[in-house]
């Protein structure tokens, strides 16, 4: 596990277009702005 980024944000988009492809592919973020997609829960 000392390989795993650990940090708080890892999961959010560094670059504009980033955010918009995950936008694309999983709709608008969650509250805690995670793209989780139609199927998954939080």
Sequence with gaps: MDQVDVHP???RA???D???VLQSL???PDPD????GEDEES
């Design 9 to 11: 944000d890892v999961h």
């Design 33 to 36: 702005g995670i793209y989780r």
């Design 18 to 20: 980033e955010e918009q």
């Design 26 to 28: 999983y709709g608008d």
């Design 14 to 16: 560094t670059e504009e």
